[in-house]
């Protein structure tokens, strides 16, 4: 079996995507993750409210991870015998780099979600308004994931 640039390139895409908005995830969640360990060292009864708020920043890696199934799916790398073109390769990775970038924004809500818990642990009834502010910083991840869908579509690789 012999490898091309294509399909390595594409690979590379790939692991953008999840790197990338893994990393991201990783240092959402490692804020947010320390500012509930500290509420629960003291309010332990605040658990499951904390646990809400350290998931959040978890989804920039899911979309990262579902775009790079979908690119290894679509590209058919999956399967025995398989080549990509070098003009899908390049968009595969502008794919990639759009959701992994946008994964960084795990960082901004990770902050947003430590102080949710900090005041949901004070005020109970700030934890809907607390989960507002932490869904806004989702928002651009959303968009990089649409992003990489939109460009997946137009590369043609959802048509049959």
Known sequence: MTIGTGA?????????????????????????????????????????????????????????????????????????????EMPVAIGLIGAGLAVGLAGFSAIGQGITCSSGIAATARNPSAIGRSLVFAAMSETFAIFGLLIAILILFGLGLFSG
Do not use: H, N, W
Not at 27 to 40: H, L, N, Q
Not at 57 to 82: K, N, R
């Open 8 to 84: 390595v390139l594409m690979a590379i895409g790939a692991g953008i995507a999840v790197g990338c908005s893994a990393i991201g995830s990783g240092i959402g969640v490692g804020i947010v993750g320390s500012a509930a360990a500290g509420v629960i060292s003291e309010r332990s009864d605040k658990f499951g409210m904390a646990l809400v708020f350290t998931a959040i920043p978890q989804t920039q890696a899911i979309y990262g991870l579902l775009i790079a199934v979908l690119m290894l799916a679509l590209t058919g790398i999956l399967s025995s015998d398989f080549s990509v």
